[in-house]
């Protein structure tokens, strides 16, 4: 039997592959992964919305918690009542001073849920680092097209996408992202 919190994520794993789909899949994984996490009543974004942030329009300095993830989910978020809390980046014991963690809360659906997602600007000293404390405490490194994808040991996990992975970190060329899912990395912007 389908949850329907269950219901609700997939459907926003559509809508999330739709928009990358219609959008050209700009900034998007090359693995066919869909995004598993969002409200239900999210709606396919209508022609007129606003462009994805592009690799030469987003800058550190504006790094949001609205601007860090797709605009089709930060528009399916907004709908659904979800609030927003921002915290800095650390990874293992490692804080990216210009970087952003988001937790996205909707106290109104049954369990109080819960997506989390972060962004930061990162040099190679502190990507080792990051992943040596990561690896030390049991997380999984696999390296990728993208670069070095680190996920939390699935029995440790708290949440778990369709795949069974739960927390995970994504290393690129001079940044981070990471998620509270694997498949929720497609919907946060690599913006390098």
């Not at 009542?81 to 106290?107: K, M, Q, R």
């Not at 972060?118 to 999984?140: C, F, R, V, Y």
């Amino acid at each position: 039997m389908i949850r329907p919190r269950t219901a609700r994520l997939a459907l926003l794993a559509i809508l999330a592959a739709s928009t990358l789909v219609a959008t050209g899949c700009a900034g998007a994984p090359d693995s066919g992964e869909a995004a598993s996490a969002a409200p239900a009543s999210a709606a396919p974004a209508s022609p007129s919305a606003a462009p994805e942030p592009s690799e030469t329009t987003a800058t550190v300095a504006a790094a949001t918690c609205e601007n860090i993830i797709s605009p089709s989910a930060l528009e399916s978020f907004k709908a659904e009542g979800w609030s927003v809390e921002e915290e800095p980046f650390t990874v293992a014991a490692v804080t990216l001073a210009d970087g952003i963690s988001c937790t996205w809360t909707n106290a109104e659906q049954a369990g109080g849920a819960i997506l989390v997602f972060g962004w930061s600007p990162i040099t190679a000293e502190q990507t080792a680092q990051a992943e040596q404390g990561l690896e030390a405490d049991g997380w999984k490194a696999e390296p990728t097209d993208e670069g070095l994808m680190v996920t939390i040991d699935p029995s440790m996990a708290i949440t778990v996408d369709d795949e069974g992975f739960g927390e995970t970190y994504l290393f690129g060329d001079g940044w981070v992202i990471m998620a509270g899912t694997k498949q929720n990395l497609i919907l946060v912007d690599r913006r390098s």
